[in-house]
């Protein structure tokens, strides 16, 4: 499985950004679709997650309402469509796939495969 993301870039704060990864695999649906980001200096966090159905979806606390996740299983690709900018938004976002169980979608540790990250700068 390779996962290639995209789309990261430089917003002003209030703006919005639309990550896409895309997924080379043969089964798409098999599996579970997680945004992360990284902060400088910080761990790497849970963002969202779409289980393989697209059916079930989950975010972190500090994007719900902002953030939106998606999943095209025609093209292979989920997106993360980011609202309302904040400049502690600003992070590399990863995306990941897991073939584990959904009840751990919020840990690195659950998800199999990575992207190599995108850069996100919200500046005021």
């Known amino acids: 499985v390779q996962l290639q993301a995209s789309g990261g870039g430089l917003v002003q704060a209030g703006g919005s950004l639309r990550l896409s990864c895309a997924a080379s695999v043969r089964t798409f649906s098999s599996y579970d679709m997680g945004w992360f980001r990284q902060a400088p200096g910080k761990e790497r966090e849970f963002v969202a997650a779409?289980?393989?159905?697209?059916?079930?979806?989950d975010y972190a606390d500090s994007v719900k309402g902002r953030f939106t996740i998606s999943r095209d299983g025609a093209k292979n690709t989920v997106d993360l469509q980011m609202n309302s900018l904040k400049l502690e938004d600003t992070a590399i976002y990863y995306c990941?796939?897991?073939?584990?169980?959904?009840?751990?979608?919020?840990?690195?540790?659950?998800?199999?495969?990575w992207g190599q990250g995108t850069l996100v700068t919200v500046s005021s």
């Open positions: 779409i289980s393989g159905s697209g059916r079930v979806i």
């Open positions: 990941a796939a897991s073939s584990r169980s959904w009840i751990r979608r919020g840990y690195i540790g659950n998800y199999d495969y």
